[in-house]
Structure formats: structure tokens, C-alpha cells
């Protein structure tokens, strides 16, 4: 059982560059979300989406981007990554609103 | 809005010894509660939940849960701590119903258990 999968593991960025993060889960869960976390942060909610075609903000969105032009992928883009952006990122899906989440094993990205 | 705070940022205890880590929670109605864990460079796993009903929960790993509404409260025990169990613990709200997402978790508790 797959679950949720999140490419790549880890990436090092320099300020300026873009990249994507790609999340995929098989478990046809409407429901899908990217946090980050940051030591003595807990886990702060990025962007996240109900259904195919559909985005809305989180709690710190400013500086990412997302897409779900597939109920079982949901892409986080950084178009210009900054340092405060050097982060572990998760991504979760759950079935029902607001219920548990299921999360892949993290990005940890680090922007210099 | 809602809310989570665990009280203990770091708790020490020994192989054997009983355990509780703390959590309270604010939120204007019954919420979801949950308990994640997260070992070291992993993600996290739902350790338990409660979504109504029996307000003292059972979960993965010998781990337990009490909800008391009363206390605004959701405190997860184990009876004996296995070396294992070191790791981070994140308590967790949920909103219910609405189209407003609202998953919120504490800044979490991290657990070292000594032999």
C-alpha cells in the first residue's frame, strides 16, 4: 500500500529558483493538503483542496502555488524560493473535511 | 478560532515508566481530536482519535486517550514506555462539517526514553 508519496525526498535550491513538489495518494481521497514544519512550529497548513480542480489558502501561503488537475496528485510550486522557504513539507489527504490525514514522509528542502 | 497547546515541549521518562503527555484544545464545539506520532525523518502516523461517543479512546501501540469536555482536554497515556516510543507527538483539532477546512495541530511534544 502506497498511501501518499511525495517526490523528491530532498532538494537544495538557491535563492531565486523555482521548483515543484509533487504529492500523489491512491487511496481516492477528495481531500488533499500541504504543511510545512518548523522546528518548534508544529505543522502550519500551506494550501489545500476539496476536490479536483479546486485550491484554497492555508494558514502561511504567501510564496507558494498549487495545483490538482488530478484527484490523486497535488502539486506545490515555489516560484522563487527564499531561505525562510527552507522547510520540511508534508502532504496529506483524508477522506472527509477536517478528519484524519494520512501523510507521505516529507520533503525537506533547503533554500541558500 | 481553534486552537491547540500541548504544555510540555520535551518530556524525559524512563523504559517502564507510565506516561501522559498533555493537550487542551479550544474550539466552540465537540471537534475531531486526534494524536499523531513521528519518529525521526518520517511523517506522521494517527496514533488514535476521537470523533464521539466513548470518551476514552484505544489506539495503535498500547496508547489511550481521554477526552474530557469539561477540561477542554485530550491527554494521551500509556502504561509502560517502551524505548520505541521515543519520538515527537503532535495533538491534533478538526473542525466539524462546513467547507472550511480547519486541521490544526500543536507545536508538538518530543519524548526521550531512557534504559
Known amino acids: 500500500n502506497a498511501g501518499v508519496t511525495q517526490t523528491p525526498k530532498f532538494r537544495v535550491l538557491k535563492t531565486g529558483q523555482s521548483m515543484t513538489l509533487l504529492c500523489a495518494q491512491d487511496?481516492?481521497?477528495?481531500?488533499m493538503y500541504w504543511y510545512r514544519q518548523d522546528p518548534g512550529m508544529g505543522l502550519r497548513l500551506i494550501h489545500y483542496s476539496v476536490g479536483e480542480g479546486t485550491t484554497a489558502k492555508g494558514e502561511v501561503p504567501d510564496g507558494y502555488n498549487v495545483s490538482r488537475l488530478k484527484k490523486q496528485n497535488f502539486l506545490l510550486g515555489l516560484e522563487s524560493a527564499a531561505p525562510s522557504q527552507t522547510s520540511v513539507y508534508f502532504c496529506?489527504?483524508?477522506?472527509?473535511?477536517?478528519?484524519?490525514?494520512?501523510f507521505g514522509q516529507g520533503t525537506r528542502l533547503t533554500v541558500v | 478560532a481553534q486552537s491547540v497547546t500541548q504544555p510540555d515541549i520535551h518530556i524525559t521518562v524512563s523504559e517502564g515508566a507510565s506516561l501522559e503527555l498533555r493537550c487542551n484544545y479550544s474550539y466552540g464545539a465537540t471537534p475531531y481530536l486526534f494524536w499523531y506520532v513521528q519518529s525521526p525523518g518520517q511523517g506522521l502516523q494517527l496514533l488514535l482519535k476521537?470523533?464521539?461517543?466513548?470518551?476514552l479512546v484505544q489506539g495503535i501501540k498500547g496508547f489511550e486517550a481521554e477526552f474530557k469536555r469539561s477540561q477542554s482536554s485530550f491527554n494521551l497515556r500509556k502504561p509502560s514506555v517502551h524505548w520505541s516510543d521515543a519520538a515527537e507527538y503532535f495533538c491534533?483539532?478538526?473542525?466539524?462539517?462546513?467547507?472550511?477546512?480547519?486541521?490544526?495541530f500543536g507545536k508538538g511534544t518530543l519524548l526521550t526514553v531512557n534504559p
Open positions: 491534533a483539532v478538526g473542525a466539524r462539517g462546513g467547507s472550511n477546512y480547519k486541521l490544526t
Open positions: 487511496m481516492n481521497h477528495e481531500y
Open positions: 496529506a489527504s483524508s477522506y472527509f473535511l477536517g478528519t484524519e490525514a494520512f
Open positions: 476521537y470523533f464521539s461517543g466513548d470518551t
